[in-house]
Every structure is written in C-alpha cells, then in structure tokens.
C-alpha cells in the first residue's frame, strides 16, 4: 500500500521522489542527524 509523505524539496526540479531504502531497523532507534532512508528522485 503507497502511502504520501511530504519531503523536503531536494533540486529546483524536483517534484516526486521514492523511497528506496529504510536505513533503520524496524523497531531500532535513532539519533539526532542519523540518515532514516534513502530516496531516489528522477532528477
């Protein structure tokens, strides 16, 4: 099921982008600054 989350814009173009990666463990913690995912976008 695709969920919609708002992401900070990345390029002057960007409009859409995917989630490609959680870096995080389900149930794992994380600190301040620490990547949670990775995204890919077409720009």
């Known amino acids: 099921?695709?969920?919609?989350?708002?992401?900070?814009?990345?390029?002057?173009?960007?409009?859409?982008g995917s989630l490609a990666e959680w870096l995080?463990?389900?149930?794992?913690h994380a600190t301040e600054g620490e990547p949670l995912f990775a995204l890919e976008t077409a720009s």
């Open 24 to 28: 995080i463990a389900d149930g794992g």
């Open 1 to 16: 099921m695709a969920i919609d989350i708002q992401l900070s814009k990345i390029g002057i173009s960007m409009t859409e």
